[in-house]
């Protein structure tokens, strides 16, 4: 086995002959190599078909019954079909069950949408804005004769979504502010931005949440106490701040000097250096840290479990306790898996493609 | 103007003017953000006051020596619900290290191999590892242990037990895996083990003094092999043994058992943290360049020459940051132990709190715990780091 070279020709230069060539020399080439192969390939016998036959030949699709699923020794998929929208969307009404799925497009839809640095002008607020007050319509209900729906009875996909959007919107203009007071030259404020960043930084999100949960009904008045989907926002936009402010500082650091004293030649003051000279450059420098960060933030919302809210993970729980089925919840947790996969991966393939869109057009 | 003067303006120039700032106007902002700051503090502080003499819940450390008396089901330090709150937490924090450890040590190994044949060039190994990798970087780890400790008990037979490897048993209680007798008492064994390093650490740094590289191996080789067989010769006269576990019925008998719990953390935690440093060997053998293997190879250099002289010094610059706050997330990840049932520092501090209601000195606990167990880490990596650096003169 030898390491790619970091400048080997691109397949696409080579025709398809040597290409077919190259491809076996890479499999059977070498001894190790024929090892490695005979391996793989062998494993794959034993594991596969054992496999497909649960997965596929020998599972429960329709109809959607406990029955179909009963009569199967394979996967009991036909669960999946016929609970998948209690999955989705918890215990919120069975007949409004459009209004969270509307909900949930509408989130991963700003989401994308702010990703693009094209979209970053004042706008963007007033579209964030938007979106959450059209959520929380959607969701909430009491206007437009939507019948009302309390928050305890929201849950699922919509909460995972509501969590990651609020956590990184609100936190992203906390985050600058962080990243802008820990370069500050005033010692007060950058002692202050780098006290909160680091202790956030160095606990789990687990007891921050657990912390809030405990500590809010002490700190403040009982008038004052938000509830528990509240809290856990709450909770989530401050970690993901301290996150944040950290890759935006890593941006900033990598400005050149000369951009600072170029603005201050113009006569610019420091908010506006910041914000039409530094800040656009420096955060179009960090968009894969970013990314990253955010996928992150969505993978970690899955820790409201245990702050009792009814994420994707909670509500695939509750419909797995239903008696009349034999409880299948490889295949359950297989499909959760997968909805976070495609949010997750989908999410880093956009910013990755908009990364290079933009690497082009420089 | 003189030469000199010339000369003294190259050498030292200038510092530039200070730009016309108002320091008058920056000292108002921070003291109206410490004001601001101060205010808030004193809020939060007399709500509280008000809020805990509203509960009647007295402040103070007393309740860290009163009687834990609750059960954790598995510590790797003795512990008996008898013992006081103070050495539940610690029994706490053993669990939390004790995981964490094993699973930096098993993920930096597998995360290692898998880091390599992400870049081989056989494309079904590459593209197997890349599956792995792409798999725990998009899908929650809570999500990971879950489904794990739920296959615990469905992939296992109801009674009996399963034999993976020689050695090995799995059943519905856990798994079962060859237990080493030591024929000392733990706290001998940790102190021969700690004079052990010492006594390494000092023959390499002996040897170190002496200047060849090649003498510094040989010895620390040789130091820790007379020192291998010694311990076995003193523990084969003192009756060393090794425990097989065998089966009883669905129970073990002998051998050392690691509940379902426990194992599902490890395994998970194991699973997870791989696919990530798996990503950063990757970078850091890309980030050698292939002139570097060639030139070393060029001077007449061994293979393992190579390797060890040449591209892991600067792998190593670029692997070590990064790992450090992937070793921080493994403690942070641990944490996840609570939805699998495994008692660790959180689950521990959580019952604490819940049974005495000193939430406040609680919280407190929590923090300097988590930075203390960070800081540690970090500056012990950092230091390293800093013995790899490039040493300029």
Partial sequence: ?362 | MGLSRVVELIEHPRKPAPLPGRPGKHLGVQALALGLAAAVLVVVVWTTASNLAARGIPLGADFLLDRAGFTVSETLLPYTPDDSNLWAIVVGVGNTLFVSALVSLASTLLGTLLGVARISDNPLVSGLALLWIEGVRNTPPILLLIFLYTLWWQALPATGVLHPLPGVLASLRGVAIPALIFPWPPTTMLAALLAAGALVATAGGLAGRFGRDRRRWALTVAALLVLTLAVAAAAARRGFAVNLPQAAGADFRGGAVITPELFTILAGLTLYTTGFIAEIIRTGVNAVPRAQWEAARALGLSPPNVLRLVVLPQMLRVILPPMTSQYINVVKNSTLALVVGYTDFMTVMGTVINKTSHAIEGTLVIVGVYLTINLAMSATLNWYNGQLAVKER
Avoid at chain 1, 158 to 164: E, F, K, N, R
Avoid at chain 1, 165 to 184: D, W
Avoid at chain 1, 206 to 215: R, T, V
Avoid at chain 1, 232 to 261: D, H, N, T, W
Wanted: glycine fraction near 6%; aromatic fraction near 8%.
């Fill in chain 1, 1 to 362: 086995m030898t390491f790619a070279a970091p400048l080997a020709r691109r397949p696409a230069e080579l025709s398809r002959r040597t290409r077919l060539r190259t491809l076996a020399s890479h499999l059977v080439g070498s001894p190790l190599n024929l090892a490695l192969t005979a391996a793989v390939a062998l494993a794959a016998l034993t594991v596969l078909p054992g496999l497909l036959r649960w997965a596929v030949l020998d599972a429960a699709f329709l109809p959607a019954t406990p029955e179909t699923c009963r009569a199967t020794t394979g996967a009991c998929w036909s669960f999946v079909l016929a609970k998948h929208s209690q999955i989705l969307f918890g215990i919120y009404p069975f007949d409004a069950r459009w209004r969270p799925a509307l909900a949930s497009a509408v989130l991963v839809g700003v989401l994308i949408y702010s990703v693009r640095p094209a979209a970053w002008r004042l706008s963007l607020t007033s579209i964030w804005a938007a979106a959450l007050v059209a959520v929380q319509i959607l969701m909430g209900g009491g206007v437009l004769g939507l019948t009302p729906v309390p928050t305890a009875m929201w849950g699922g996909l919509p909460i995972t979504l509501i969590l990651t959007v609020v956590a990184i919107g609100g936190g992203f203009p906390l985050a600058i502010l962080l990243a802008l007071a820990r370069r500050s030259e005033m010692p007060a404020i950058r002692l202050m931005s780098t006290v909160f960043i680091e202790a956030t930084r160095a606990l789990p999100l687990l007891s921050i949440l657990f912390i809030a949960s405990i500590m809010l009904p002490l700190l403040l008045p009982e008038a004052l106490l938000p509830d528990k989907l509240v809290r856990a926002v709450i909770a989530l936009l401050l970690f993901a701040s301290a996150y944040m402010a950290e890759v935006i500082r890593g941006g900033l650091q990598a400005m050149p000097k000369g951009q600072y004293e170029a603005a201050t030649a113009l006569g610019l003051s420091y908010w506006q250096t910041q914000r039409l000279v530094i800040l656009p450059q420096a955060i179009t420098l960090v968009i894969p840290a970013l990314t990253n960060t955010i996928i992150v933030m969505i993978k970690n919302t899955s820790l409201v479990l245990v702050v009792g809210l009814f994420d994707l993970i909670s509500s695939g729980k509750s419909a797995l306790a239903d008696p009349l089925w034999r409880s299948p919840a490889t295949e359950t947790y297989l499909f959760i898996s997968a909805i976070y996969f495609v949010l997750c991966f989908g999410f880093g393939r956009f910013a990755d493609m908009l990364e290079r869109r933009n690497k082009v057009a420089r």
